[in-house]
């Protein structure tokens, strides 16, 4: 154990000594954070590692930033960027969060795990343990994409699919782990996955073209909004920054937890609702109370946007840019067009997208 860190609630602040197995506060169940003991140096994020050199890794990060000023132009804003997050090993942005979590298994001497996922997370973590040596146990919904399910399937983990919403497949992970005993690396609750999100931070920072005021990202449970707030927040402490990019998250219309919270707005859980923006389609996140704060200490905003804009976002982007994204990814554009209209974003203002996932692992609606 290095002994660098603890994890500490992120609601009652109560400290623990790291665990892999623990995924909620033993005083009040709130989810945990990664609290170091050690200052950041501002150039690389800080990790729980013992050892950074035995990080499992596959080439994950330093994904492309594109900038698209005929978009920029048609919707008034000075420089628009997208980070192309899916040009990952798995074809998504979960890698930077499974090569970290997946690390810490392994040091933790795991060798069996089970995980819920929409699909995108559940794909990155099954390729990460296959090379790392692990067996995954993988709850996604029937429903996810074929391609996710492939990719889960062809990394040699056992892909358990489950009938009905996301929540589901929670609700069925969770059975399982009483049932076999075996550790949860839940995503959306094991402190580690997040502090390998920190590194979007980073790479944004370092881009010497980007001068960013503004991300705008698709939010379900919230890892990679929630890593950047971390790795601005890291670089901050250093002194390499001194103020964070407002950090605005937008969820669909159906399923907001996050930004009907953000807003003040009464919104009802409905466990049977679902939205194109399958990555994102998270009733119950977690992290929901401190994702909030988070946005809120960025002076960055919430945004619920409508389904048929998502897919016309989708088709845009590709034919205009040649850039094939998710129906998730889209999502973040529609709530980009609504905090323009409503003077958030003006038109000196820099912004980047994160280009969360591919559109060639879903099928076209
Ligand atoms: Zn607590």
Not at 264 to 276: F, I, L, M, Q, Y
Request: glycine share 10%; aromatic share 6%.
């Amino acid at each position: 154990m290095s002994g660098n860190y603890v994890l500490t609630c992120t609601s009652c602040q109560h400290r623990h000594e790291p665990s892999i197995s623990l995924l909620a506060c033993d005083k009040c169940a709130a989810p945990l954070t990664v609290t170091y003991t050690e200052s950041p140096d501002g150039r690389s994020p800080r990790l729980p590692l013992g050892d950074p050199d035995a990080l499992t890794t596959l080439g994950e990060g330093g994904t492309p930033l594109v900038e698209l000023p005929h978009l920029a132009a048609e919707l008034g804003v000075k420089r628009l960027w997208v980070k192309l997050e899916f040009l990952a090993p798995t074809g998504s942005f979960k890698d930077r969060g499974s090569a970290v979590l997946i690390s810490m298994a392994k040091e933790h001497g795991v060798t069996d795990f089970i995980e819920d996922s929409s699909g995108n997370a559940g794909a990155s973590l099954s390729a990460y343990a296959a090379t790392a040596g692990l067996n995954a146990h993988v709850f996604a919904p029937a429903s996810a994409g074929q391609g996710k399910k492939d990719q889960i399937r062809v990394f040699g983990a056992e892909l358990h699919e489950i009938d009905g919403p996301r929540q589901a497949s929670t609700d069925a992970a969770v059975a399982f782990v009483e049932e076999r005993g075996l550790p949860w690396l839940s995503h959306n609750l094991s402190p580690y996955f997040m502090e390998g999100m920190k590194a979007f931070a980073y790479e944004v920072r370092t881009s010497a073209a980007v001068n960013v005021d503004h991300i705008v990202f698709p939010v379900g449970n919230g890892s990679l909004i929630g890593g950047a707030f971390k790795g601005y927040s890291e670089m901050r402490e250093s002194g390499v920054i001194h103020a964070l990019p407002k950090l605005h998250a937008v969820q669909a219309s159906a399923i907001q937890p996050i930004v009907a919270l953000l807003n003040g707005d009464a919104w009802t859980p409905d466990t049977s609702a679902t939205s194109v923006a399958s990555g994102i389609s998270v009733t119950r996140p977690p992290r929901l109370n401190e994702i909030v704060e988070f946005v809120r200490c960025s002076y960055g905003s919430g945004v619920a946007v409508g389904e048929d804009e998502i897919l016309a976002w989708q088709r845009r982007l590709a034919s205009t840019s040649g850039i094939f994204a998710e129906a998730t990814s889209a999502a973040a554009f529609v709530g980009l067009e609504a905090l323009i209209a409503n003077g958030v974003i003006g038109a000196g203002d820099e912004v980047l997208i994160p280009l969360t996932g591919s559109g060639l692992k879903e099928p076209l609606p």
